[in-house]
Every structure is written in structure tokens, then in C-alpha cells.
């Protein structure tokens, strides 16, 4: 293949999350895109948004659950950013600023000091935790109708779009983490439910499996950031004037609406 133009992609990329449309997946045009091609041009699209004067809230882990892996067909999950503008303090999503989002309920961790890989343990994440705390993702894939291959997904940054997270902050120590329980609603409909579980077996594992993938590339998880470590639910489709309520038990729950 000719060489990478990751400006070009990258750029690509970001028109559509800034023009709120729907691109084509880069797959279409670079069939043999690989995946560490995907993450040259999230790591470019990464470098442009912290050029552009945003910061790095914390990394988040994709496909984390089964059913996704099973639907794209790979083995390992994938990591992408989230950045300060992600972030949603007052409970509404601006409908506006997306093309076609989707929210699933997580569990984020809030570490307390660095964990650097390879070989981390979900107890060692554990220990390095300060806080667990309830989040709603809202994922928003640029491409057109949602479908892309691997590489495509991982270059669009892991389809981060907004993040909510809850107001109670939770430290770790006593918690059975795989066995929360999670429930998603839209309109008072119950859109989907799980436990932590779902997330790799537990949502420490993904942390430490972030740290590993991580340090393949020399870098690590750092004091300070939040992690968002997978759904535990799966995701539901946001229209405008919906109202998504998500429980956690003994974690908390978060509203939000959409305007
Ligand atoms: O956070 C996620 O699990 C989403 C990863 C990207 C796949 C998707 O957009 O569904
Ligand atoms: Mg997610």
C-alpha cells in the first residue's frame, strides 16, 4: 500500500464529528487497512484535538463485551480517548453537535497512581484505583449508518462522541464489581440490563488489558485519569427529546435528556 496519509484521514474524520456527517469508512477507499493503520490515525487525530488546545480526559475501552466481539469478529477489545469538550456536566445532549448516537452504561475508574504494563492484574488495577464511578457514554461512529470494520473504528477514535458520568464517586475497597447491576432506560422503557461482569469478567480486567495494550506502544495509564472500561449494557439509539435514566447498584444513577 502507498504510504499512510494519516493527516489526510485524520482530518477526514474529524470534518465529519465537526460537520455532524456521515463519511464513508476509510476501508472503502484503503481495503487493506490494518489495525495498527488505525491507530496511526487515531494517535494523528489524537495529536490534532490536543493541538487545537483540548485535553485528554482518559482512555476508554471499546468492544469489550462478548456479543461486540462476536459482532466484529476479533479477540481483543480497543481503546480510544476522551477529551474535556466530551464531557457533559449539565444532564442534557445537545442533539445538534451529533449525527446518530447511541448511549451505553459503563463503569469508569479513577486512578490514584500509574499503572504500567505488560502483565497487569485486575487486583493491581484495583489497587491502583481511587474511585469507580457510574458513566453514560454516548458513542457516535462518523461513518454512515454506523458500519465499519475494525481498522475504520479504531481510526474514528472508538466512535467517542459525550460522556456523562454520575455524581457519586466510589472507592473500590468491599466492591464486587462484576456482580453491579446495571440497568438502561429510555423514556421509562427498559432498554437493556447487565453487571460488571460483562465487561471482560470484570471492569479492572479492562484496565489492566489497557495497560498492556498500552505498553506495547511504551506508554502508560497515568495518576488522575478516568477510565471508561467498556458497556456493561449494550448501546440504545437517542432521539431528541428522550430521557435515558441508567441505575447502578450501589453506585448510583444517572438522568439525562436530550434536546
Ligand atoms: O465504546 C464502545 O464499545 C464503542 C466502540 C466502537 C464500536 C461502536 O461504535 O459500536
Ligand atoms: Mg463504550
Same mark, same amino acid.
Given at each position: 500500500?502507498?504510504?499512510?496519509?494519516?493527516?489526510?484521514?485524520?482530518?477526514?474524520?474529524?470534518?465529519?464529528?465537526?460537520?455532524?456527517?456521515?463519511? !464513508?469508512?476509510?476501508?472503502?477507499?484503503?481495503?487493506?487497512? !490494518? $489495525?495498527?493503520?488505525?491507530?496511526?490515525?487515531?494517535?494523528?487525530?489524537?495529536?490534532?484535538?490536543?493541538?487545537?488546545?483540548?485535553?485528554?480526559?482518559?482512555?476508554?475501552?471499546?468492544? !469489550?463485551?462478548?456479543?461486540?466481539?462476536?459482532?466484529?469478529? $476479533?479477540?481483543?477489545?480497543?481503546?480510544?480517548?476522551?477529551?474535556?469538550?466530551?464531557?457533559?456536566?449539565?444532564?442534557?445532549?445537545?442533539?445538534?453537535?451529533?449525527?446518530?448516537?447511541? $448511549?451505553?452504561a459503563e463503569i469508569a475508574f479513577v486512578l490514584g497512581k500509574d499503572i504500567e504494563g505488560p502483565g497487569i492484574t485486575g487486583a493491581q488495577v484495583l489497587a491502583a484505583t481511587e474511585y469507580v464511578v457510574p458513566a453514560l457514554e454516548i458513542i457516535d461512529s462518523r461513518y454512515e449508518n454506523f458500519q465499519f470494520t475494525l481498522p475504520d473504528v479504531i481510526a474514528d477514535n472508538a466512535s467517542s462522541s459525550r460522556v456523562v458520568f454520575g455524581s457519586r464517586f466510589t472507592r473500590p475497597e468491599g466492591l464486587d464489581l462484576d456482580l453491579v447491576g446495571v440497568t438502561l432506560s429510555i423514556n421509562g422503557e427498559l432498554k437493556d440490563f447487565g453487571a460488571g461482569a460483562a465487561v471482560l469478567g470484570h471492569p479492572a480486567n479492562s484496565v489492566a488489558m489497557l495497560a498492556d495494550m498500552l505498553a506495547r506502544k511504551g506508554q502508560k495509564l497515568r495518576a488522575g485519569e478516568v477510565i471508561l472500561t467498556g458497556g456493561v449494557t449494550g448501546a440504545a439509539m437517542l432521539h431528541a427529546g428522550d430521557t435515558v435514566t441508567a441505575k447502578w447498584d450501589g453506585l448510583g444513577e444517572i438522568t439525562l435528556s436530550v434536546k
Open positions: 500500500m502507498a504510504e499512510l496519509d494519516v493527516k489526510r484521514l485524520a482530518e477526514y474524520l474529524i470534518d465529519g464529528e465537526i460537520g455532524r456527517k456521515e463519511v !464513508t469508512r476509510i476501508t472503502a477507499e484503503l481495503p487493506q487497512l !490494518t $489495525v495498527e493503520d488505525g491507530y496511526k490515525i487515531q494517535e494523528q487525530l489524537v495529536a490534532m484535538k490536543l493541538s487545537e488546545g483540548y485535553r485528554i480526559v482518559g482512555p476508554k475501552m471499546g468492544l !469489550t463485551s462478548q456479543a461486540k466481539m462476536k459482532q466484529m469478529n $476479533v479477540e481483543e477489545p480497543i481503546y480510544g480517548y476522551i477529551f474535556d469538550y466530551m464531557v457533559i456536566s449539565d444532564g442534557v445532549i445537545p442533539m445538534n453537535e451529533l449525527i446518530h448516537p447511541k $448511549v451505553e
